[in-house]
Nanobody, 125 residues
Framework: VQLQASGGGPVQAGGSRRLTCSAS????????VAWFRQAPGKEREFVSA????????YYGDFVQGRFTVSRDNDKKTVNLQMNNLQPEDTAVYYC???????????????????WGQGTQVTVSS
Protein backbone atom coordinates (compact mmCIF):
# COMPACT_ATOMS: atom_id res chain seq x y z
CA VAL A 1 0.00 0.00 0.00
CA GLN A 2 1.18 3.54 -0.78
CA LEU A 3 0.33 6.45 1.48
CA GLN A 4 0.17 10.19 0.98
CA ALA A 5 -0.36 12.66 3.80
CA SER A 6 -1.88 16.07 3.18
CA GLY A 7 -3.59 18.92 4.97
CA GLY A 8 -0.69 20.46 6.83
CA GLY A 9 0.04 24.15 6.96
CA PRO A 10 0.20 27.12 9.31
CA VAL A 11 -2.38 27.68 12.02
CA GLN A 12 -2.69 29.94 15.03
CA ALA A 13 -2.83 28.56 18.55
CA GLY A 14 -6.32 27.39 19.38
CA GLY A 15 -7.09 26.71 15.74
CA SER A 16 -7.78 23.48 13.88
CA ARG A 17 -6.42 21.49 10.99
CA ARG A 18 -7.55 18.31 9.32
CA LEU A 19 -4.96 15.94 7.98
CA THR A 20 -5.77 13.28 5.44
CA CYS A 21 -3.88 10.09 4.67
CA SER A 22 -4.80 8.78 1.23
CA ALA A 23 -3.93 5.20 0.35
CA SER A 24 -3.61 3.27 -2.84
CA UNK A 25 -3.38 -0.46 -3.24
CA UNK A 26 -5.42 -3.44 -2.25
CA UNK A 27 -6.96 -4.58 1.00
CA UNK A 28 -6.80 -1.19 2.71
CA UNK A 29 -9.44 -2.43 5.13
CA UNK A 30 -6.90 -4.90 6.54
CA UNK A 31 -4.51 -2.18 7.65
CA UNK A 32 -4.19 -0.32 10.91
CA VAL A 33 -3.35 3.27 9.98
CA ALA A 34 -1.52 5.54 12.38
CA TRP A 35 -0.31 9.09 12.65
CA PHE A 36 3.11 9.88 14.07
CA ARG A 37 4.78 13.24 14.36
CA GLN A 38 8.30 14.53 14.65
CA ALA A 39 9.21 17.95 15.95
CA PRO A 40 12.62 19.51 15.27
CA GLY A 41 15.27 17.94 17.46
CA LYS A 42 12.88 15.37 18.89
CA GLU A 43 12.16 11.73 18.27
CA ARG A 44 9.13 10.69 16.31
CA GLU A 45 6.14 10.04 18.56
CA PHE A 46 2.82 8.29 18.24
CA VAL A 47 -0.23 10.51 17.77
CA SER A 48 -3.18 8.31 16.89
CA ALA A 49 -4.24 5.12 15.15
CA UNK A 50 -7.37 3.50 13.80
CA UNK A 51 -7.49 -0.26 13.68
CA UNK A 52 -8.52 -2.42 10.75
CA UNK A 53 -11.91 -4.08 10.97
CA UNK A 54 -13.96 -2.54 13.76
CA UNK A 55 -12.01 0.71 13.60
CA UNK A 56 -10.97 0.96 17.22
CA UNK A 57 -9.14 4.22 17.81
CA TYR A 58 -6.08 4.99 19.90
CA TYR A 59 -4.45 8.25 20.95
CA GLY A 60 -1.23 9.42 22.47
CA ASP A 61 -1.50 10.71 26.03
CA PHE A 62 -0.79 14.28 24.99
CA VAL A 63 -3.85 14.42 22.73
CA GLN A 64 -6.24 14.80 25.69
CA GLY A 65 -9.39 14.81 23.59
CA ARG A 66 -8.25 17.42 21.07
CA PHE A 67 -7.80 15.09 18.08
CA THR A 68 -10.16 12.67 16.37
CA VAL A 69 -9.09 9.98 13.92
CA SER A 70 -11.47 8.33 11.48
CA ARG A 71 -11.28 6.14 8.42
CA ASP A 72 -13.28 5.63 5.25
CA ASN A 73 -12.43 2.27 3.75
CA ASP A 74 -14.38 2.96 0.55
CA LYS A 75 -12.34 6.10 -0.11
CA LYS A 76 -9.16 4.57 1.36
CA THR A 77 -8.59 7.57 3.56
CA VAL A 78 -7.85 8.23 7.21
CA ASN A 79 -8.49 11.68 8.62
CA LEU A 80 -7.00 13.29 11.69
CA GLN A 81 -9.05 16.23 12.92
CA MET A 82 -6.92 18.34 15.21
CA ASN A 83 -8.54 21.00 17.37
CA ASN A 84 -7.19 23.46 19.90
CA LEU A 85 -3.72 23.20 18.41
CA GLN A 86 -0.85 24.57 20.43
CA PRO A 87 2.70 25.59 19.46
CA GLU A 88 4.02 22.33 20.89
CA ASP A 89 1.99 20.50 18.24
CA THR A 90 4.28 21.93 15.58
CA ALA A 91 5.81 18.97 13.77
CA VAL A 92 5.92 16.97 10.59
CA TYR A 93 3.01 14.56 10.71
CA TYR A 94 3.37 11.15 9.06
CA CYS A 95 0.81 8.50 8.34
CA UNK A 96 1.80 4.86 8.45
CA UNK A 97 0.11 1.52 7.89
CA UNK A 98 0.52 -2.07 8.95
CA UNK A 99 -1.63 -5.06 8.17
CA UNK A 100 -3.33 -7.01 10.96
CA UNK A 101 -1.43 -5.18 13.66
CA UNK A 102 -1.82 -6.46 17.21
CA UNK A 103 -3.58 -4.11 19.60
CA UNK A 104 -0.49 -3.95 21.80
CA UNK A 105 1.67 -2.70 18.90
CA UNK A 106 -0.32 0.24 17.58
CA UNK A 107 1.95 2.87 19.12
CA UNK A 108 5.28 1.40 18.04
CA UNK A 109 6.61 2.75 14.76
CA UNK A 110 8.85 -0.20 13.93
CA UNK A 111 5.74 -2.35 13.32
CA UNK A 112 4.53 -0.06 10.54
CA UNK A 113 6.01 -1.00 7.19
CA UNK A 114 4.35 1.58 4.96
CA TRP A 115 4.87 5.31 5.43
CA GLY A 116 3.70 8.48 3.77
CA GLN A 117 5.97 11.43 3.06
CA GLY A 118 4.85 13.66 5.93
CA THR A 119 3.04 16.99 6.08
CA GLN A 120 4.20 19.99 8.11
CA VAL A 121 1.94 21.57 10.71
CA THR A 122 3.14 24.85 12.18
CA VAL A 123 1.26 26.38 15.10
CA SER A 124 2.03 29.97 15.99
CA SER A 125 1.25 31.58 19.31
Amino acid sequence: VQLQASGGGPVQAGGSRRLTCSASGRFFFNYTVAWFRQAPGKEREFVSAVKYGVGTTYYGDFVQGRFTVSRDNDKKTVNLQMNNLQPEDTAVYYCAAASFLHDSDYGTERYYNFWGQGTQVTVSS
